[in-house]
């Protein structure tokens, strides 16, 4: 007799380190180092930037979502309010100890999907939203695990290395619907 769950398509995991690809936009607009610099831009309200609905479309065509996490520190992104909750996004508030703590959303990410990874084996397919090569150990982890991982990065920022470590890499700026910042 058939397995049922065998029949379904196999589901989707999305995780966005979402400050990075935010401040990639901003950077590639305003230029390189603007968004941390001296006046620390990190700091303030921040305009929305991203085309979330571009990135969970796209997700969505590789199978139903079973997780859709975003890591950040939500108390300056107030603005992306209703296209986060119209996707059902997960929010994951992280307030970081120090200026200079850079990593803590590509831990907590990392830790989370390897965690979710060992508990749910109807997820087929891992889409990572972020260009650190920090992700490049989570890549291989994912390939032992015979699961299909695909990265999402804006082209300016993202590193070679993680991006030829994932099975498919999408760059945000070519996503339908997603503008280069700075363009119409």
């Not at 979502?65 to 992280?94: K, M, P, S, T």
Request: net charge negative; proline share 5%; glycine share 8%.
């Amino acid at each position: 007799m058939p397995d049922p769950m065998r029949e379904q398509p196999r589901s989707v995991a999305l995780y966005w380190d979402f400050e990075n690809l935010h401040a990639s936009l901003y950077e590639q607009a305003q230029g390189e180092g603007a968004y941390s610099s001296k006046s620390d831009n990190r700091f303030k309200v921040q305009e929305p930037l991203v085309d979330v609905q571009a990135i969970v479309d796209m997700a969505a065509s590789f199978g139903p979502l079973a997780i859709n996490r975003a890591y950040c520190n939500w108390q300056y992104f107030g603005r992306y309010r209703d296209v986060l909750l119209q996707n059902a996004i997960e929010l994951i508030q992280l307030f970081p100890p120090g200026g200079s703590s850079k990593n803590g959303a590509d831990i907590r990410l990392c830790l989370d999907a390897m965690e979710d990874l060992a508990r749910f084996d109807h997820i087929g397919t891992v889409i990572v939203v972020g260009g650190d090569s920090d992700f490049t150990p989570l890549s291989q982890n994912i390939r032992a695990m015979a699961r299909t991982l695909v990265g999402v990065g804006a082209r300016n920022s993202t590193n070679r290395h993680w991006a030829r470590n994932c099975h498919e890499f999408r760059y945000y700026d070519s996503l339908a619907g997603a503008a280069p910042a700075g363009g119409p």
